[in-house]
């Protein structure tokens, strides 16, 4: 199996819901260093599993979205506790959308696996992986 | 699939035995930045795989038994050859143990896997997954 | 000259004053990764700048006033525009003042030099130097 | 399961042929971080995956017949389109022949997954699993 | 002293001319991940060296007319041995005269130093500072 | 100012003399990444510092007397209390004999200055620069 992984980032504001969060419940932010991978079984004609250039289009593009905003009033994640894992799992779903309209200029029945993580600070990060 | 990991470090002293550890057969030591991932397939109510917080405690608990000492007298390691790889598993068998006695506020039944990866220099590692 | 860094992170919101911070002038975060460094000419009795647990505890007491906050309502921070270059500037001058009140261990008077370093993104970070 | 990864690098001149690399389709160049990752389910008498020395010398092996050249000109890669996937897979089956020549002192029926990454720079990397 | 640094990276072929150079003097080729610095003794009214926008896009800028190339094909670095250290020296050059045409939106007189890193591999880097 | 650096590591054991060591008075270990920066005003006929790859030689020549070892019964180290420090300024003064050896090809009057930078965990690094 093949997998490509691009990676960019964003710088958001947020706080979170639960007594579990401690002090992450007050309105603070970060840095999510954001990895996308897309996996297949075969290379396509070119000998790629997708053009780079267009991966990195297409994270950039679902990362502008909530990229220097503060992540509680983003209408796109209204209802959503943003946690790390929840962000993962947003960009993914984002991502796969994209992949369906075909702007990843690869089909969604090439590929076998869609994964993004995020990296919050150099002791922590989380990831999500799903079916394109 | 949703998947946690969190970072710390120890340093150790050590030796290995074997013809095939050559130079690492003597007394000698490492910095193992130590990475501990925990996967599960839905989120809980708080939307997390579980409490960051707590994983890093764990960890450093879990560390604090090992770091600062010479492996080669820690009567809980006595017996084994501390291996890169072995000391991923003891490590993974240990965090695993604290998810079984409650102290990482998630069920091992809500996990499906446990992963350890030790980082001995820029130029090699070693992970260990098991069931949790 | 001998010089001893430590590092740590803080995880912030805040937002930026000025047309030339264009989408940063909203409500947005960063995990800044702080490092500390210590210079000197030579080494003290025990053959160290300083002590490097001395060095992480003050570090980490500094940020502590600062992390998983909104910078905007931080009260020490009132009427400053917190830019990383700001930040820098804050956190050296806060460390110096450790190094004053004794809780580092060395004295003023031995240092050359404390220079502190943010980095807000794979991309960008920036860094303040002064006198201890 | 246990994993261990050494890591290493070459420097190298390339063109991609096909539409979809645009400007990658002029001669240009890489450095690739290499990373080779060996997995089997139990450890050896040794307390092993495989001998690290031993991995890196045979990692080293196969990127000194690559290193310091054009990829255009390389015959062994002939009629190849030297993609990132492409290179990973390359790099894998060379290390695979070396598993099952001896030369890595574990037996191909040991391993249960040989997987090569290569990161060409900071945003994007590509990686290659097959069995042994 | 406040420094701010901006990072990018190009991709290039180039071969170089001198017996030191040994199996680099065949075409092969790099990926240079590029730190550009900018100094200032005071900050400026928005209390930022520079705007790190605007050093990025310089950056990119500089790095648009090399990135993608055969060096030794470039015209405008004809008759140089594009050694790292020389290509440190040409980009920092670039963005000197970046800051002069005003281009930056920071005088040169308030810099005090540029300085241009580039790192070749995770074991090799160079760096060149100048007046700005 | 031209300066270039190159990295390696080493894997050693010590313990340390003095009450500020705490828990680092018991015998432990470390990796240490280990870069050494040359630094010179005018670039040599070949348009560089010194060769590379005769850097990386001299510096793994170094510490090849020192790693896979216990430093506390290292001859050349006897004496030495082996902080973080005094290893930088150690390595750093092997790396200026080399130089006056001739063994770098670069002459010690065309370097301005050598620096070494140790670091022993993500936490934590020092550096010693010294004349050449």
């Keep these: 199996m093949f997998e490509v992984t691009v990676s960019d980032h964003m710088m958001v504001a ?3 819901r639960g007594a579990v969060f401690g002090p992450a419940r007050a309105l603070h932010g970060a840095t ?27 994270l950039r593009a679902v990362l502008a979205d909530l990229t220097y905003r503060n992540l ?9 506790n943003t946690t790390t894992e929840v962000l993962c799992r947003e960009i993914a779903d984002r991502l796969a959308a994209r992949v369906h309209d075909g702007s990843l200029g690869v089909g969604a029945g090439d ?22």
Tied chains: 1, 2, 3, 4, 5, 6.
């Design 111 to 132: 590929l076998v696996r869609i994964r993004v993580t995020l990296r919050e600070n150099p002791t922590a990060w989380a990831s999500y992986e799903r079916a394109p």
């Design 72 to 80: 509680d009033e983003v209408e796109s994640l209204a209802g959503l």
């Design 14 to 16: 947020h706080s979170l």
């Design 32 to 58: 999510y260093v954001v990895e996308a991978s897309f996996a297949r079984e075969q290379l396509d004609a070119d000998a790629i599993v997708l053009d780079i250039g267009a991966a990195l289009a297409a």
